[in-house]
């Protein structure tokens, strides 16, 4: 890490009732959090979405779910009616950052937008519902240490739902690891015992790649190094394992492809078909 930053414990509990307009959490210093309802009202037995919005200020990161070589990813805790139940965090697609002396962390720079989705009952109350939630992160930057005040928020049980926030939840969703088969073909080694590697075949030389490696229980990932490309755009990603070591553990990431000119796109990648989670909430 820098010597001109610090590691900063950023303990941001909200207590959140979710309304049918966007649900701000005040800022305080040099964080905020706002929750974000996909739809204005909630209809019983229909999933709804919510979105955690983390906001931090120029050049200030939080972390991916695998946080990599420091720090720690964000959690929430809910407290829902009795009935409701909560999935797991989605995470958007993280950029790899890399300090001295030799540390790599996967981040998201100055926000994230933390998806979650909200199954509710097949009965509800009339009239509205008191969802809360308590979110934990820590954020990395240059000065202070920062704690959001509670807020609440709440969300109706009636009228017909319509769509909140489209073109945020839209922009972020982009964003999401797609989880249907890569447009390019994926071969795992898995055999050492001290590292493991991805051959990604099928995409043009130009195109960047990166991969965001998950750990496979106890035994954790070093840094990933991508070879150049080959003639044909082939490629071998090579992952030290550096904790608990073993051959042919179930490993899975996320591989992201940037074509000249677009924006990155991500893919879920598992060794075994079934990826990961470290986080789940």
């Not at 890490?1 to 649900?23: N, P, Y």
């Not at 959690?75 to 909560?86: M, Q, V, Y």
């Not at 240059?142 to 709440?154: F, H, I, T």
């Not at 015992?193 to 229980?217: C, H």
Request: negative net charge; contains cysteine.
């Amino acid at each position: 890490m820098k010597s001109s930053q610090r590691l900063l414990g950023v303990a941001l509990a909200l207590l959140a009732i979710f309304q049918h307009a966007t649900a701000a959490i005040p800022s305080a210093g040099f964080a905020s959090v706002t929750i974000e309802p996909e739809i204005t009202a909630i209809a019983a037995g229909k999933p709804f979405t919510v979105g955690v919005h983390v906001k931090l200020n120029a050049g200030w990161h939080t972390y991916w779910q695998f946080a990599g070589d420091s720090g720690l990813p964000p959690k929430i805790t809910w407290h829902l009616p009795e009935g409701f139940k909560a999935g797991p965090i989605q995470w958007p697609l993280p950029e790899a950052r890399l300090d001295e002396p030799d540390l790599l962390s996967f981040v998201y720079p100055e926000e994230a937008f933390l998806l979650v989705e909200i199954t509710p009952p097949e009965q509800l109350p009339t009239s509205e519902v008191t969802l809360r939630a308590k979110v934990w992160c820590i954020a990395v930057g240059r000065m202070g240490d920062v704690e959001a005040p509670n807020a609440e928020l709440k969300i109706p049980t009636i009228g017909e739902p319509r769509p909140a926030e489209a073109e945020l939840f839209a922009k972020w969703r982009a964003r999401l690891p797609k989880s249907e088969p890569p447009p390019f073909q994926v071969r795992w080694e898995r055999s050492a015992a001290t590292e493991f590697s991805l051959q990604i075949s099928g995409l043009a030389a130009e195109d960047k790649v990166e991969f965001f490696p998950l750990p496979a229980g106890a035994a954790k990932p070093g840094h990933p190094t991508v070879s150049a490309p080959g003639s044909d755009g082939t490629r071998t990603i090579i992952t030290p394992i550096t904790e608990a070591p073993a051959a042919n553990l179930p490993w899975s990431g996320v591989v992201v492809v940037r074509k000249p000119g677009a924006e990155r796109v991500g893919w879920a990648v598992a060794s075994t078909g079934a990826i990961l989670q470290t986080s789940p909430n």
